[in-house]
T-cell receptor, first 112, second 114 residues
Framework: GENVEQHPSTLSVQEGDSAVIKCTYSDSASNYFPWYKQELGKGPQLIIDIRSNVGEKKDQRIAVTLNKTAKHFSLHITETQPEDSAVYFCAAFNQAGTALIFGKGTTLSVSS | ETGVTQTPRHLVMGMTNKKSLKCEQHLGHNAMYWYKQSAKKPLELMFVYSLEERVENNSVPSRFSPECPNSSHLFLHLHTLQPEDSALYLC?????????????FGNGTRLTVT
């Protein structure tokens, strides 16, 4: 079945620095790759997604890049702020295309 | 305010109890999902419903029984649970089950089995 690997599991940065989280997936048929942010006591919230027909997408301080050949995609957060501290999950669809399979998550801590 | 509402937010139950988790989505979506989130583990897909039909059962023990009476409501009936079933149970919905439709999550039910 589909497998999604996510690294690192924890990431600590200073406010204003950049943060990068990387994921790899196993099913070459996957064509949709979302990123979710989960704050304490809340469910995961979609922050950005990318489809396989593009290589990069940006939304203000957040960007996602996709390399379909290598089957990996990355989340980039620039000018980090304390409110960016949360757990971030990458995901890809399973082989049946019916549901998302998630990475194990990255706990990002931004210190001021 | 999320478009997916889960109740209760917290639940403590004994191993012999029967309880139900409820999920309601206000987004007009056609697909609904149950995920389990345990500490140190990725979100685990449990069930997928499309237009009230179950389309995926991810090898979940029979002590978890889902019900989808309509496209806006999803239940998870619990009976004879084990302590290792303690986790955050997340409901989600999407426009459909095609492989490019974003999932919208509720805030979950924190379940503790004693």
């Amino acid at each position: 079945g589909e497998n999604v690997e996510q690294h690192p599991s924890t990431l600590s940065v200073q406010e204003g620095d950049s943060a990068v989280i990387k994921c790899t997936y196993s099913d070459s048929a996957s064509n949709y790759f979302p990123w979710y942010k989960q704050e304490l006591g809340k469910g995961p919230q979609l922050i950005i997604d990318i489809r396989s027909n593009v290589g990069e997408k940006k939304d203000q301080r957040i960007a996602v890049t996709l390399n379909k050949t290598a089957k990996h995609f990355s989340l980039h957060i620039t000018e980090t702020q304390p409110e960016d501290s949360a757990v971030y999950f990458c995901a890809a669809f399973n082989q049946a295309g019916t549901a998302l399979i998630f990475g194990k998550g990255t706990t990002l801590s931004v210190s001021s | 305010e999320t478009g997916v509402t889960q109740t209760p937010r917290h639940l403590v139950m004994g191993m012999t109890n029967k309880k139900s988790l409820k999920c309601e989505q206000h987004l007009g979506h056609n697909a609904m999902y149950w995920y389990k989130q345990s500490a140190k583990k990725p979100l685990e897909l449990m069930f997928v419903y499309s237009l009230e039909e179950r389309v995926e059962n991810n090898s979940v023990p029979s002590r978890f029984s889902p019900e989808c009476p309509n496209s806006s409501h999803l239940f998870l009936h619990l009976h004879t649970l084990q302590p290792e079933d303690s986790a955050l149970y997340l409901c989600a919905s999407s426009q459909d089950v095609r492989g490019n439709s974003p999932l919208h999550f509720g805030n979950g039910t924190r379940l503790t089995v004693t």
